[in-house]
T-cell receptor, first 113, second 117 residues
Framework: EDQVTQSPEALRLQEGESSSLNCSYTVSGLRGLFWYRQDPGKGPEFLFTLYSAGEEKEKERLKATLTKKESFLHITAPKPEDSATYLCAVQALYGGATNKLIFGTGTLLAVQP | GAVVSQHPSRVICKSGTSVKIECRSLDFQATTMFWYRQFPKQSLMLMATSNEGSKATYEQGVEKDKFLINHASLTLSTLTVTSAHPEDSSFYIC?????????????FGDGTRLSIL
């Protein structure tokens, strides 16, 4: 069964304290791995798509990397405005006819000033 | 670009009422739209996938007669929760994608908080 597991469930950082969030996945053929940010009471905001092992994407203080089993979201020198829930999702090859996503439960990040 | 608008943002109604939620892609054509449910501190659970002009594909365990989905145009999909009961209270979120196949990202609306009294 296709599955996505994120860790840790919650992470508290001091402003400027870099860290990484983990997304482990089991999928019958990976079409793409997606990172989203979700603020309370809002829908997820798209951050990155990664397609193949070894690929990296960057946006401001965020950098996403991908291996054959997991993805990391590295946060460099975070600021309080980076506080949010970060969601990881995979798109699997279900016979190639769909683009539905399987989501993890997210990591709740709190950055304190 | 890739803005998705969902309306209403919050609904409070009595048990037995039917509730319609709209999802619009404002600046792109959405070949495929998705409807999710999210419970507190839980992941997004896909309810159904909707392709423009076709019947929606429902996930296992989701009652198609309970959750009616219409995707009549490339910019609008609606979810109607029929005869809603307290157990239907949840956060409903839609998303839209430019592609029916392939690996285009989904872009999400801001969700609808449904509370059934």
């Amino acid at each position: 069964e296709d599955q996505v597991t994120q860790s840790p469930e919650a992470l508290r950082l001091q402003e400027g304290e870099s860290s990484s969030l983990n997304c482990s996945y089991t999928v019958s053929g990976l079409r793409g791995l997606f990172w989203y940010r979700q603020d309370p009471g809002k829908g997820p905001e798209f951050l990155f798509t990664l397609y193949s092992a070894g690929e990296e994407k960057e946006k401001e203080r965020l950098k996403a990397t991908l291996t054959k089993k997991e993805s990391f979201l590295h946060i460099t020198a975070p600021k309080p405005e980076d506080s949010a829930t970060y969601l990881c999702a995979v798109q699997a090859l279900y016979g190639g006819a769909t683009n539905k996503l399987i989501f993890g439960t997210g990591t709740l990040l709190a950055v304190q000033p | 670009g890739a803005v998705v608008s969902q309306h209403p943002s919050r609904v409070i109604c009595k048990s037995g009422t039917s509730v319609k939620i709209e999802c619009r892609s404002l600046d792109f054509q959405a070949t495929t739209m998705f409807w999710y449910r999210q419970f507190p501190k839980q992941s997004l659970m896909l309810m159904a996938t909707s392709n423009e002009g076709s019947k929606a594909t429902y996930e296992q365990g989701v009652e198609k007669d309970k959750f009616l989905i219409n995707h009549a145009s490339l910019t609008l999909s609606t979810l109607t929760v029929t005869s809603a009961h307290p157990e239907d209270s949840s956060f409903y979120i839609c998303s839209a994608s430019r592609s029916r196949r392939g690996n285009q990202p989904q872009h999400f609306g801001d969700g609808t908080r449904l509370s059934i009294l």
